[in-house]
């Protein structure tokens, strides 16, 4: 099983920064990485795919780079509808389909 | 637009089980996977279950293994899943999930529907 980790847990931070965080493979899964955004109460949304390419209506300030076994996904700078839990996803090798711990990224 | 609705979830004891469906529209349902996740209260998300678009290919994770069994009625646009000797650690909301154009990925998500376990 493929463990994906996320880090920071919490990420504190103004609206108008830029927010960074970070994916991790126990081992590689090539570009095939998903982030999703999940807001309190609500289910999930798919904001990247394969890495890199934002799903449709996701505005351009969200972008997701890496391969292999490191990623990264940076808000260039945060509104306040970003304050949100973050989490990757991997299917580069599934079953089973994994997800990373999750990010939360709240205001300082 | 795509529109997943989960329904069947509610409190049960330990060992009993439950019947979850999720009704689709808004999409040829006969051409996508769909999968269930969940997440536990105040935790991250959980893969659980795939079925394949035309029923044959079903996965599940080794916490339910042996428990939950997956259907689909592609005449009906209705997934279902079975939750046999329920534990309280399957305590969740459930969401189904179609694949995504490009692969699987989550392209979408139900709202999703709370199975509660407890003595």
């Known amino acids: 099983e493929i463990v994906l980790t996320q880090s920071p847990v919490t990420l504190s931070l103004s609206p108008g920064e830029r927010a960074t965080l970070s994916c991790r493979a126990s081992?590689?899964?090539?570009?095939?990485l998903a982030w999703y955004q999940q807001k309190p109460g609500q289910a999930p949304r798919l904001l990247i795919y394969?890495?890199?390419t934002r799903a449709p209506g996701i505005p351009a300030r969200f972008s997701g780079s890496g391969s292999g076994t490191d990623f990264t996904l940076t808000i260039s700078s945060l509104e306040p509808e970003d304050f949100a839990v973050y989490y990757c996803?991997?299917?580069?090798?599934?079953?089973?389909?994994?997800f990373g711990g999750g990010t939360k990224v709240d205001i300082k | 637009q795509v529109l997943l609705v989960e329904s069947g979830g509610g409190v049960v004891r330990p060992g009993s089980s439950l019947r979850l469906s999720c009704a689709a529209s808004?999409?040829?349902?006969?051409?996508?996977?769909i999968h269930w996740v969940r997440q536990a209260p105040g935790q991250g998300l959980e893969w659980v279950a795939i079925?394949?678009?035309?029923?044959?290919?079903?996965y599940f994770a080794d916490s339910v293994k042996g428990r939950f069994t997956i259907s689909r009625d592609n005449s009906k646009n209705t997934v279902h899943l079975q939750m046999d000797s329920l534990r309280p650690d399957d305590t969740a909301v459930y969401y189904c999930?179609?694949?995504?154009?490009?692969?699987?990925?989550?392209?979408?998500w139900g709202q999703g529907t709370l199975v509660s376990v407890s003595s």
């Open positions: 808004g999409f040829t349902f006969r051409s996508f996977s």
């Open positions: 996803q991997q299917r580069s090798s599934w079953p089973p389909l994994t």
């Open positions: 079925i394949s678009k035309d029923g044959v290919n079903k």
């Open positions: 999930a179609r694949e995504h154009d490009h692969g699987d990925y989550f392209g979408f």
């Open positions: 394969d890495a890199s």
């Open positions: 081992q590689s899964v090539a570009t095939y």
